[in-house]
C-alpha cells in the first residue's frame, strides 16, 4: 500500500467507527488516493479506541496513517470526511478539528449519504400524513408477519388475483430510505389482494378473532382512504428518487461535483412533483418496453429525462462545448437513468435499410467462387 499511496501528491482519509462482535469500539480507516487521474480507495486498518471521545479517536487514526501509510502523511492530506457525528464534526474539540490542528486549508467533508436521511426526516416532520402511512405499513407489517394462518390467507388472495404475492415488509431500518420504500412498493403494487383480505378479515362474523377482524377493519378503513393513497403514491416516488441519490453519493468513485449534480438532478425531480396530481394507479398494470433480457419501466422515464438533462446540460452538452457519445453517456449515467437510456438504444436499434444484407451478399459472391 505504501508504494501505490506515495504515487499520488494528495490523499484525503475516510474514518467511520462501530461496535464490534465484542461490544468494542473500533474505528476503521479508509484513504482515497488519485494518480494519472485514476481514483482508488484503499483499506489502511481498523483499530480499538478505549474511550469513545475525540482524543482517543484522532490518536486511532494517526496511529493506523502513521504505521500503514507513512509518517508524513498529513502533508499530502487536502480532506477528511467522516459522518455527522459530533464528535466527529464539533467545531471547537471534535476529531476533524484535531487533526486538521495547524493546516487549516484541509477540508472536513460531512458525508452527504449520512445527511440526506436526516434532512428528508426533518423535511416531513410536520406533514400530520405520514404518522398515517407510517401507522398503516407497520400495523399491516406485524399482522401478517406475526400470523402464518393470516399470511397464507392473503398469499391465497394474491393467487385468486392472478398478482404476484408481495408481503407487507418492515418500515425501520440501518438503511430507513430503502426499507420504506420497499414497504410502499409492496403496498401499492399489493394493494388489490391486501385491501380483499382486509375486507374479508373485517366482515368475519366469529368472536374468537374479534381483536383481529377490529384491525382489520381498521387498516382497511385506512388504506381505501384517498387521501392516505394518494400520499403514498408521492412519498413512493420521492423515496425512489432519494433512493437512487443515495446510491449515486455511496458510488466507489463518487466526487463532490458529481454528488452536487445528482443532488441538482433529484431536487429537479422532485420540484415537478409540485404541480404533479397523484392519483393512484395499479403497479401491476405498468406498461413495459420488452427485450429478450430485461424490461424497461415506462413510468419511471419522464423523471429520468429530467435527471438526464439535469446532469448533461451544466456540463456543457446543451451547449456543444464537447463531444458526447451514447456510450460516454451510458458510462456516465447507466446508474441513474436506466430505463430512459434503455429507450434511446431502442431507438438505435432500429434499422433504416437492409443495405449491411446487400454487403454481405456482395462479399459472399467475391469470397464463392463457381
Known amino acids: ?22 461490544v468494542m469500539e473500533e474505528e476503521i480507516v479508509y484513504v482515497r488516493s488519485a494518480s494519472e487521474g485514476k481514483v482508488k480507495v484503499d483499506f489502511v486498518g481498523v483499530k480499538a479506541v478505549s474511550k469513545l471521545d475525540a482524543t482517543n ?33 464539533g467545531v471547537n474539540n471534535g476529531v476533524v478539528t484535531k487533526l486538521r490542528a ?20 426533518d423535511g ?8 398515517k402511512a ?8 406485524t399482522l401478517y408477519h406475526k400470523s402464518g394462518v393470516n399470511r397464507a ?22 438503511r430507513w430510505p430503502p426499507h ?7 403496498f401499492l403494487r399489493g394493494y388489490a389482494g391486501i385491501v380483499r383480505h382486509l375486507q374479508e378479515k373485517s366482515q368475519e362474523a366469529t368472536d374468537i378473532n374479534a381483536l383481529l377482524r377490529a384491525k382489520a377493519k381498521g387498516f382497511h378503513n385506512i388504506a381505501k ?14 423515496i425512489y428518487q432519494l433512493s437512487n441519490l443515495s446510491k449515486s453519493l455511496q458510488r466507489l468513485v463518487s466526487i463532490l461535483a458529481e454528488a452536487q449534480r445528482s443532488l441538482s438532478s433529484t431536487q429537479a425531480v422532485i420540484e415537478k412533483y409540485r404541480s404533479r396530481f397523484w392519483r393512484w394507479r395499479d403497479k401491476q398494470t405498468h406498461q413495459s418496453l420488452t427485450t429478450s433480457s430485461a424490461a424497461v419501466d415506462v413510468e419511471l422515464i419522464p423523471d429520468q429525462w429530467t435527471n438526464l438533462k439535469t446532469e448533461l446540460y451544466p456540463a456543457g452538452f446543451s451547449q456543444g462545448t464537447f463531444e458526447k457519445t451514447w456510450p460516454t453517456v451510458n458510462r456516465m449515467l447507466r446508474h441513474w437513468c436506466p430505463d430512459v437510456l434503455d429507450l434511446f438504444f431502442a431507438l438505435l436499434t432500429i434499422p433504416a435499410t437492409t443495405a449491411d444484407c446487400e454487403r454481405g451478399f456482395s462479399v459472399m459472391n467475391q469470397v464463392k467462387s463457381d
Not at 416531513?124 to 404518522?131: A, C, F, L, S
Not at 420504506?180 to 409492496?186: R, W
Not at 382512504?225 to 420521492?238: K, M, W
Open 180 to 186: 420504506l420504500f420497499k414497504a410502499l412498493d409492496h
Open 124 to 131: 416531513i416532520r410536520k406533514n400530520v400524513m405520514i404518522k
Open 225 to 238: 382512504d384517498g387521501g392516505v393513497l394518494r400520499f403514498c403514491c408521492l412519498l413512493h416516488d420521492t
Open 153 to 174: 390467507s392473503l398469499k391465497q388472495h394474491f393467487r385468486e388475483l392472478h398478482m404476484k404475492a408481495l408481503m407487507p415488509t418492515r418500515v425501520g431500518g440501518t
Open 102 to 121: 495547524d493546516r487549516p486549508n484541509v477540508l472536513g467533508i460531512h458525508c452527504m449519504a449520512h445527511k440526506l436521511e436526516p434532512a428528508f426526516t
Open 1 to 22: 500500500m505504501k508504494p501505490s499511496l506515495s504515487e499520488g501528491k494528495f490523499i484525503s482519509v475516510m474514518s467511520d467507527g462501530s461496535l464490534d462482535s465484542a
Open 134 to 141: 407510517e401507522d398503516l405499513l407497520s400495523g399491516l407489517y
Open 57 to 89: 479517536i484522532a490518536e486511532a487514526v494517526c496511529s493506523i496513517m502513521d504505521s500503514e501509510v507513512s509518517t508524513d502523511w498529513e502533508n499530502k492530506l487536502v480532506a477528511l470526511t467522516t459522518d455527522g457525528a459530533s464528535v466527529m464534526t
